[in-house]
């Protein structure tokens, strides 16, 4: 309800109309404005978390919890992670900064709760072991490479059978090599993948010693096993007895 300031109502040499509002009970009083220049006042506050210290501007009338906010992007770290304490005591996000006497250029502690800097320990100190892991599995993955290479030349080049033997061996070492190596997440995958690709090859060495057993028996001691390329398909070929041997 508006009305002028010359009905019912002291003028007192002020110019223009006068708001009033009825209260309950037909009680007419002036209405009462909002405290405009309070709330949109800003001020400034100086946080020391550690050895750092951060200068933010922020509303007057703020709570802490929205303190807590602006100080996630200034550190990094989320609003559960902090404790903020003004002259000594621990505050709430729920209490008003204003009304704990938090003023231009006041002091505010922030603080990282321990659990949480211990939680981030934790997961840093696992990254750090799953790295290595990962560069452990790294450094087998380069030595399988060069064996499988061997594994491909079993398939055209004639040797003799301790030759099949050592491969497998080779290849059981760098089994025993990913099996000792403790991994987990990330580097969890990538021991599973190697040690599949590992078996895999011990698999198919077990199969062209058994075909390079049975042509032997099959063609007598004179006749060597050459492989096709890409078939595995076998043929019987007279050579010399001068082996190959893989250096």
């Not at 800097?117 to 030595?143: F, G, N, P, W």
């Amino acid at each position: 309800m508006k009305t002028s300031a010359s009905k019912g109502a002291p003028n007192d040499g002020v110019k223009g109309s006068i708001d009033w509002e009825l209260r309950p009970g037909g009680m007419l009083v002036q209405k009462r404005q909002p405290l405009e220049s309070s709330s949109s006042t800003m001020i400034k506050i100086k946080v020391s978390h550690g050895s750092h210290h951060h200068h933010l501007t922020v509303p007057a009338q703020s709570t802490f919890g929205h303190l807590k906010g602006v100080l996630t992007w200034e550190t990094g770290l989320e609003a559960k992670e902090q404790r903020l304490l003004f002259r000594g005591k621990e505050k709430e996000d729920e209490e008003w900064l204003h009304m704990v006497g938090v003023k231009d250029m006041s002091k505010v502690i922030l603080l990282e709760d321990p659990a949480s800097k211990e939680r981030k320990l934790e997961e840093m100190q696992k990254s750090e072991d799953i790295l290595k892991a990962c560069e452990a599995i790294s450094s087998v993955r380069t030595e399988v490479d060069k064996l499988h290479k061997k594994v491909v030349a079993l398939e055209t080049t004639m040797v003799e059978d301790k030759e099949f033997s050592i491969l497998t061996e080779l290849l059981m070492v760098q089994l025993l090599k990913l099996d000792s190596i403790a991994a987990d997440g990330e580097a969890k995958v990538q021991r599973r993948a190697e040690v599949r690709r590992v078996q895999s090859y011990v698999e198919t060495v077990e199969k062209l010693k058994a075909r390079n057993c049975g042509a032997f028996s099959n063609g007598g001691n004179s006749n060597a096993v050459a492989f096709e390329s890409g078939v595995g398909s076998l043929k019987s070929t007279v050579i010399t007895q001068n082996w190959e041997h893989f250096e």
